[in-house]
């Protein structure tokens, strides 16, 4: 992928990884560190804004919602306060809005646009425009037409800023829309709420109904920026860029605006041909990597061990140039074999006697990720710690804590000597509980209560593993203790806690979670923080001293065996281990509030995850193990 100067709405700037293949039919910008994403488009957004602003003009925005563009507008709340960037010349129309919905309500757009930009900047709050969710239905039809008409009468929306949903989605206008529809009231798709459900604490909160600008209102805007991120993102990306114009696909209909930009992340673009298979586009440049990747996926789609794989094979499928590259497809087949065989990583090939740390965001996702490799690294004597990052305090269902308040009520009652302490606890926990509304941030004991369930199910985890609690550090990272699903950004007192855990136990070795699907972004801020904290403490002359960093996934996706750096065996006991691991999760077994869009619960999409990893080795023609565990070595 090159990097070039592209005009994007007449402005000349620089982007990576812009495209210009007949399959992409919408210019799509590969952007690997999401920072640079949002500082890009920020800085489109700014652009206009100075541009209009010195014409004494206004500059009109359409702005989305949800986790995508948050960092696009943290990034415009920073130009703002050091660099006086003014939204005095700004209107700004909003996509959309749930139904029915309180403007005050935690889960309002309404109130997310105020709490994460608009109360940030200059903006007059007269210029604001959001859809109101609060009306009555009979108001809405003539609501939604009055939006219309106030966008027409600012001129027209001068940049639009999207994300996409897993349906292909933008704004609200889900599978079926129209490209003619207007700002109007639509019934939400299942996929939909279900993404939602874990805002609002449950599928069944989420409203049915919500208020959209239409594919039409949308067209209309003369620039477009839709921003994706994610491996979860990656199949409908694909489909909107490369597929054809489709009603159940919404984002599609963009392919016919004469001014859109795809921005996508690393993770959202895997599936892009220009990514997943460039030799089917134009000539490459072969070097190993890419050539386990051609030889991977020829054996996959041909259905055959990679060592019985012919010059036929690869003319038919345009790849006669590796095997040129090679002198022949015996040389180009054993070469990847080789490669992937030297992957293959037993106890034995393990590292031994080495201080590591497992950084886990989650008081989970060690077990669930990693729980293979940490029994057999405490088997090998290496000296663990299981950093947990986060409380993980959200994810305890009410019902839990109203479990274990009983428990300690009965406990205090038939053993201790019925203390008052407790009652009371029971007394103020109960009450705010009854009161409860779905979303609402709970009351400091309730908190505790959460966090302290999920500290103990890790400590048992990893006691299944071998270690116990003098293992385990709980960081309770502070941008985590919103008490809400949505966090803050990862800050300086964040990585001041990482750092200080680094220097005090000096690690040669650590695991960092790199699993970039996590629906609220907690495993890339977590990591966000340890990148920041390694950065920070192995510098200058302590640089000779920085651990080498294994990278994990499992929770939410795996590592194809491509990408991976080490691929570690696990034997039947190995695996069931794991899984018993997985069920002292208690709070978090059988159903767990975020479960996203696999409604497995996490043992079976581990143990499923870990047998296909292993069996896609033995169908290339490579040793056949019962399960297998990915990792890369960043």
Known sequence: MSAG??????????????????????????????GAMARVVAQRIATLMRERSAAGQTLVLGLATGSTPIGVYRELIRLHREEGLSFRHVVSFNLDEYYPMRADSIHSYHRFMWENLFSHVDIDAANVNIPDGSLARADVDAACAAYEAKIVAAGGIDFQLLGIGKTGHIGF????????????LVHLDSITRRDAAADFFGEENVPREALTMGIATIMAAREVAILATGEHKSGIVRRSVEGEIDRA???TFLQRHPNTTFYVDDAAAVDLTRVATPWLLDEVV??????????????AKQKKAMLKLTQADYAENNLTSLVARHGSPGAVNGLVFNVLGAKIRGKSKLPRGLKTICFSPHPDDDVISMGGILRKFVENENDMTVAYMTSGNIAVFDHDVRRYMDFLLRLDSERIG??????QLADTVHAFLQRKQAGDVDIPEVQDMKRIIRESEAVSGIEVMGLGKEHARFLNLPFYQTGKVRKDPIGPADV???????????PDLIFVAGDLSDPHGTHRMCKEAIDRAVAEVYTGAHAAKRPEIWLYRGAWQEWPITEATVLVPLSQEELTLKIQAIFKHQSQKDSAPFPGQDEREFWQRVEQRNKTTAKQLDQLGLAEYFAMEAYVIA
């Open 5 to 34: 100067p592209v005009r994007v709405g007449g402005s000349p700037f620089v982007h990576a990884g812009v495209t210009g293949t007949a399959r992409e039919r919408i210019p799509t910008v590969i952007i690997d560190e999401h």
């Open 173 to 184: 206008n889900e599978p079926g829309s129209g490209e003619h529809s207007r700002t109007r």
């Open 249 to 251: 696909v919404a984002a």
């Open 286 to 299: 072969w070097d190993e990597p890419l050539a386990v990747r051609a030889v991977t996926w020829l054996a």
């Open 418 to 423: 019925d203390g008052t302490a407790v009652r």
């Open 496 to 506: 001041a806690i990482v750092a200080e855990l680094l220097r005090e136990l000096q």
